[in-house]
């Protein structure tokens, strides 16, 4: 076999690895695919990458999270 193989991509959210659905999927698709599967606060996340490390094409998902500001009124 002469042909280049496709770079390994891996998803990381809260520290675990997530397994890639395969390569047809954007990162937005794998994102959103996680959302329903078994994270949904990733619905409106962000994914941060790639970032290149051992040959290995890294994303890093994140959940949005909702910071409000808390205080005494008057």
């Given at each position: 076999?002469?042909?280049?193989e496709?770079?390994?991509r891996i998803f990381?959210?809260?520290?675990k690895?997530?397994?890639?659905?395969?390569r047809?999927m954007?990162?937005k698709e794998?994102?959103?695919h996680y959302?329903?599967?078994?994270?949904?606060?990733?619905t409106?996340?962000?994914?941060?990458g790639?970032?290149?490390q051992d040959?290995?094409e890294?994303?890093?998902?994140e959940?949005?999270?909702?910071k409000?500001?808390?205080?005494?009124?008057?």
């Amino acid at each position: 076999m002469s042909g280049l193989e496709p770079t390994k991509r891996i998803f990381k959210f809260n520290g675990k690895v997530l397994d890639d659905p395969g390569r047809h999927m954007t990162p937005k698709e794998v994102m959103e695919h996680y959302s329903r599967l078994k994270y949904p606060s990733l619905t409106k996340g962000e994914i941060a990458g790639p970032f290149m490390q051992d040959g290995e094409e890294q994303y890093k998902l994140e959940a949005y999270n909702l910071k409000g500001s808390y205080g005494t009124k008057g």
